[in-house]
């Protein structure tokens, strides 16, 4: 089995146009993959995200045997599977290669851990840059440089320009970068009406054989794997983008932010997974909504809106990431410190919204953003979580979770511990948000408009605490200074009883700080 060059194809590196594949000499070299356990094991990762990233790259490998390629296939029961470390070394020894190439590693870690193991191997290797994401690290890095704050809509603004992509004339099309003005819409009472289901794929024999040894390898794994219908091919992939686009986009602006009970995927466009996995790029989500515009089926609102998540944000906190890594993850601005509550696990809570949204959560793999936001995010922000607790919860439980998108999503924008590099201000809210936005609040024991007493909504007294705790450094900051004004208006006695009644809600769910 000697050859020339081993290719290392990573679990988020199913992309049959990437740079290490298409400098693979067919003849002299071998294509590497590996399941790698310690990467479920790291994280008690979800059984439907192991399961989605173990399925997906079996049918890439089924692909790439049918192009022509050699492939050295490292199934995750095989002992020197253990670790990127011990499955390269194996590969290494069997193969006799003279070098490694791969596309640079999405997380920093992983890139870490195959650079020590070639080190130690004595092989060289070779890094392809990553032509899946249409801003490089190189290029963040430049756009970056001499910038005194990173502001998303800015870097959004930026690669609107440089890719001309909805701009007319030089100047944004419809006359304005965003319209999130008209993206905050609720369903009101009435709720979403009749949502157009979502394709399901059922899984082929594929599919099942992951399942059963997911179920085998990580039987203590937190959620279930009852109804996995995600898509594990780039041709399932490309089915489910082509029904959003055609039965989804043209509401998903007006209520992107919308949540209702019973409602997973309401008008999102549930590819998240398959778009980090790389069984679809970026460049062709992003025509198929353009092409959808420029057809008069869906309006400019929720083509911008669904563009910026793509270009704008997914782009950006890449750039963050690198930019920032490895101290990133360690990062603790507001200097929590409690563990993460026990029912993040298990959805054993009697705070619907928070009961609705984890055990969907647990039953799928899947929350859209503002139900990570402002429901799980939020809560462990007021409540005073370690953040880094809180990443690996997130990293843990999601299925469309790969560590260069999650982490500066849950550190950065939820949880404010990189002291406003990423989120100009905290993300604080009381329980009328979720009122305001769904439907969890309707027989939920507890009144959102309550801080104290009996029936007080705990999100609303730990917002109102959150405050107190924190006004010493947001009380002048412009984009929150509101918030903290109107805590003024709190009398001192009303300040004591809120204080009492969170130190009380703290005790009760995490017990003492985790130091």
Not at 45 to 72: I, N, P, V
Request: hydrophobic share 40%; aromatic share 10%.
């Amino acid at each position: 089995m000697t050859c020339r060059r081993l290719v290392l194809i990573l679990g988020d590196q199913l992309d049959r146009e990437s740079a290490a594949l298409a400098a693979c000499d067919e003849k002299q070299d071998r294509i590497l993959m590996i399941e790698a356990r310690n990467e479920s094991e790291r994280v008690p990762s979800h059984k439907a995200r192991t399961t989605l990233f173990l399925a997906a790259m079996r049918h890439h490998a089924d692909w790439l045997e049918q192009q022509g390629f050699a492939l050295d296939y490292i199934r995750i029961g095989k002992p020197e599977a253990a670790s990127f470390r011990s499955a390269l070394r194996a590969a290494i020894e069997r193969s006799r290669a003279q070098s490694i190439a791969m596309v640079e590693a999405g997380e920093y870690g992983v890139q870490e851990e195959i650079a020590r193991a070639c080190a130690v191997a004595g092989v060289p290797l070779h890094l392809h840059g990553d032509t899946h994401f249409l801003c490089s690290r190189e290029a963040f890095e430049s756009w970056r440089k001499g910038r005194k704050a990173l502001v998303m809509e800015h870097f959004y603004r930026h690669m609107r320009k440089t890719h001309g992509i909805l701009m007319q004339d030089g100047k944004p099309l419809g006359g304005k970068w965003n319209f999130d003005k008209k993206n905050r819409s609720t369903f009101g009472r009435k709720g979403p009406g009749m949502i157009p289901s979502a394709p399901r794929f059922h899984p082929d024999s594929i599919t099942a054989e992951v399942m059963n040894e997911v179920e085998q390898l990580f039987p203590d794994n937190p959620g279930s794997l009852d109804g996995f219908a995600w898509p594990v091919t780039r041709e399932q992939a490309l089915t489910m983008l082509r029904d959003f686009v055609s039965q989804r986009l043209a509401t998903f602006g007006p209520f992107q932010d919308a949540m209702w009970e019973g409602q997973m995927l309401l008008y999102h466009s549930g590819i998240s997974a398959a778009l980090n996995l790389k069984l679809l790029n970026p460049r062709e989500v992003i025509g198929a909504a353009l092409t959808a515009y420029e057809t008069k089926q869906v309006p400019l609102q929720s083509v911008e809106g669904f563009v910026r998540q793509v270009l704008g944000w997914r782009e950006f906190v890449r750039g963050v990431y690198w930019t920032e890594m490895p101290g990133y993850l360690d990062e603790n601005a507001l200097e929590a410190t409690l563990p993460l509550p026990r029912f993040y696990w298990d959805g054993n809570t009697d705070m619907n919204c928070l009961h609705t949204v984890i055990r969907q959560t647990l039953d799928t793999g899947y929350a859209h953003h503002i139900q990570r936001l402002m429901v799980t995010g939020l809560f462990s922000l007021l409540l005073g979580v370690r953040p880094h607790k809180v990443h690996e919860w997130y990293l843990a439980i999601y299925i469309d979770a790969v560590e260069w998108v999650e982490a500066p999503n849950t550190l950065g924008m939820s949880q404010y511990a990189d002291g406003g590099l990423l989120a100009s201000k905290p993300y604080a809210a009381s329980g009328r948000y979720i009122q305001r936005m769904g439907n969890y609040c309707n027989g939920c024991r507890y009144a959102p408009d309550e801080s104290t007493g009996d029936s007080a909504c705990p999100f609303t007294t730990l917002y109102w605490d959150f405050l107190l705790r924190h006004e010493a450094r947001f009380a002048k900051h412009p984009r929150a200074a509101l918030q903290w004004r109107i805590l003024r208006r709190l009398d001192q006695e009303k300040k004591a009883a809120i204080r009492t009644q969170a130190d009380r809600l703290r005790a009760d769910i995490c017990g003492q700080p985790d130091n």
